[in-house]
């Protein structure tokens, strides 16, 4: 089973405009709405790959109420903590030059009492053969230790958790050894302190340093430059595969999905691996956060190339 949390969930809203006018009148060309939010993302994807999976976090308001209809549509399993205020909207500007502005709310405030029913819910969950997926930044009122506190609570009851956050949330969390971690490279080179990685290499070994640690696997997605898989001892680079390119917000999130599916399936090591590559690079030929569809994922697996790095 898998269990998805989204901290901060979100009705994504994609815009395309010709370009980007800064402090003038934008007419949008094109709009489109997804339910959103980096776990419900991950939970759209082992969907679509034909998998049970439950939906948790915190929604609220009528964007809150869409995103649930939204989930029950697809046959996902939703179970989020109710919030007084009103789930946010992230809107993904595009332009016609390939550049995409980002503009994330900050979502509303959680409270104590609130933080606590989740907590309850995920342990409630937690136990053998279950995978929770913790991903994406915390809402106001969370502590940056929430994502160290949920694995420590999920671990004692015999649960694993796939990671993917950053800033101090990561720091924190990547302490009680999480299963599998799923840090962008530019996560990753702020968790290490350094500005970015000039190589596949120095971003396996940066990687390296946690799974010496005690984390399981680590995989850093690398954009358009592909990923690198770290896994008893390989350290491997696959370039993404080349696909046409539509919206490349949310690939982060499909490869997490694609990972946990093939986590939770005791897929072997290049399995998991194809399945990763083909899956993120589905999602980046799909409008707005949309997962690929399974056939499009089969149809790339085969074009994922690896190559061991030394
Ligand atoms: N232009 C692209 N073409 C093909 N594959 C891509 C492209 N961009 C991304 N990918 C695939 O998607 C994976 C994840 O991308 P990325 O590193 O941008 O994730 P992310 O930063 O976590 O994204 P997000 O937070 O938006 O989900 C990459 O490792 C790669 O396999
Ligand atoms: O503000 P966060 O939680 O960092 O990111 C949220 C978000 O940008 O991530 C997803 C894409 O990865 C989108 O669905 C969503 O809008």
């Known amino acids: ?117 989740l907590l309850k819910k995920l342990e409630g969950y937690a136990g053998e053969g279950v995978l929770f997926v913790l991903s994406g930044s915390l809402p106001m009122g969370i502590n940056t230790d929430i994502y160290a506190r949920i694995i420590e609570m999920v671990h004692k009851k015999g649960a694993e958790v796939l990671l993917d956050a950053d800033g101090e949330a990561f720091r924190k969390a990547v302490q009680y050894r999480p299963e599998i971690i799923k840090p962008n490279k530019e996560e990753l080179a702020q968790y290490a302190g350094v500005p970015e990685f000039s190589s596949a290499i120095e971003t396996a070994k940066a990687a390296e340093a946690l799974t010496d640690a005690g984390v399981g696997m680590a995989v850093v997605s690398m954009g358009a430059e592909g990923a690198v898989f770290l896994e008893k001892g390989n350290r491997i680079f696959c370039p993404a595969i080349p696909v046409k390119a539509c919206s490349t917000v949310g690939a982060g999130d499909a490869m997490a999905g694609a990972l946990a599916y093939a986590w939770e399936n005791g897929m072997g090591m290049e399995d998991k691996i194809r399945l990763c590559m083909a899956v993120s690079a589905g999602a980046v030929t799909t409008q707005g956060t949309k997962p690929p569809s399974k056939e499009l994922a089969e149809a790339l697996k085969s074009r994922a190339v690896f190559t061991f790095l030394g």
Do not use: C, H
């Open 1 to 117: 089973m898998i269990i998805t949390v989204t901290m901060n969930p979100a009705a994504d809203k994609t815009v395309e405009i010709e370009s980007l006018k800064r402090g003038g009148l934008n007419r949008i060309r094109k709009a489109e709405w997804d339910a959103g939010g980096k776990g419900i993302n991950v939970s759209k994807t082992i969907s679509e790959l034909g998998m049970e999976t439950t939906a948790t976090g915190f929604l609220g308001g009528n964007t809150g109420r869409e995103i649930e209809k939204y989930l029950r549509e697809k046959g996902i399993r939703s179970d989020f903590v109710a919030v007084d205020g009103e789930t946010r909207t992230n809107t993904k500007v595009f332009e016609d030059n390939g550049m995409v502005t980002e503009l994330n709310e900050p979502g509303p405030y959680i409270t104590a009492a609130q933080e606590e029913e």
